[in-house]
């Protein structure tokens, strides 16, 4: 027998879609804030780090592939959802709903994922390409995250969007479970405890990076690099007479 497409059952595959993407989203932000860490462990730890991420050819790619997919999708169907909701009611609920699922970071949703995007447009740029920052070395990760966080504007920008993160996380993580079918509200409690534990796991770890560069807990190195993966290796200064 052949299925119509109704309104609910395309609401239900966008919402599929967002559960999918979204927790490969998860999953990248959740590997990276542990590689991040390394900066505690040296500038050795994440130049190694960095290199070894490249050591397989292709699979950076693909793995940028991946989650640009998974971020196109995500807000694609985020859009979609939005403009369905308004054409549902176009005319706004007189007072503010207090059922559990509308809390703050419930609504706030659109406005923190484009700050997330537009915090990754940025950061990209600041951190992996290096545009407009000087003495950007592709070889040593572990002071281009240094130099920049010792501006505190820099290390402002990431504490203030990773803090808008942890509420998109949030938020995500919860509505995550109510699409895999656990929306009794007898689940709401464990629901809440995993996703703030998560959330607030990520975004500890990640806030503390530039915190810590800030309270001076961690230094630029002199040490040097060179690894081909990594790109040209700077070339040593020759000494006169040598
Ligand atoms: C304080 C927190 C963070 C630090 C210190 C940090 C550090 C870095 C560094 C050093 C790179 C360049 C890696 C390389 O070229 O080998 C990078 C790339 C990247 N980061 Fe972060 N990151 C942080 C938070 C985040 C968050 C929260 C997200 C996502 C929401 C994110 C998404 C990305 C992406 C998409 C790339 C590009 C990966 C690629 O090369 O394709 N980062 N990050």
């Known amino acids: 027998m052949e299925r119509s497409l109704t309104p609910r059952s395309t609401t239900v595959g966008i919402k599929a879609i967002m559960a999918v993407t979204g927790a490969v989203l998860f999953g990248f932000v959740v ?5 991040n860490l390394q900066l505690w462990l040296g500038p050795r730890a994440m130049h190694d780090y960095a290199a070894s991420l490249r050591k397989v050819h292709g699979l950076l790619w693909v793995a940028r592939a991946v989650l640009l997919g998974s971020v196109l999708a995500h807000a694609a169907s985020a859009f979609a959802l939005v403009r369905r909701n308004l054409a549902a009611r176009p005319v706004a609920y007189q007072h503010a709903r207090r059922d559990q ?48 966080f010792s501006n505190p504007l820099i290390a402002g920008v990431y504490i203030v969007a990773n803090v808008l993160l942890s509420a998109h996380l949030f938020h995500g993580g919860y509505a995550w479970f109510n699409s895999l079918g656990l929306s009794n509200p007898r689940y709401a409690g464990m629901k809440r405890v995993f996703a703030l534990g998560l959330a607030g796991l990520i975004t500890a770890g990640n806030v503390a990076l530039p915190v810590s560069v800030l309270a001076g807990a961690v230094r630029p190195t002199m040490e040097t690099f060179c690894s081909p993966e990594l790109g040209p290796c700077a070339v040593p200064a020759v000494e006169p007479g040598r």
């Open 31 to 35: 590997v990276h804030m542990l590689g």
């Open 101 to 148: 699922a509308t809390n703050y970071a419930a609504r706030t949703m659109p406005l923190t994922g484009i700050v997330v995007a537009l915090y990754i447009v940025y950061h990209i740029l600041h951190l992996t390409l290096g545009v407009g920052v000087a003495g950007h070395d592709p070889q040593n990760p572990y002071n281009n995250v240094v130099n920049g």
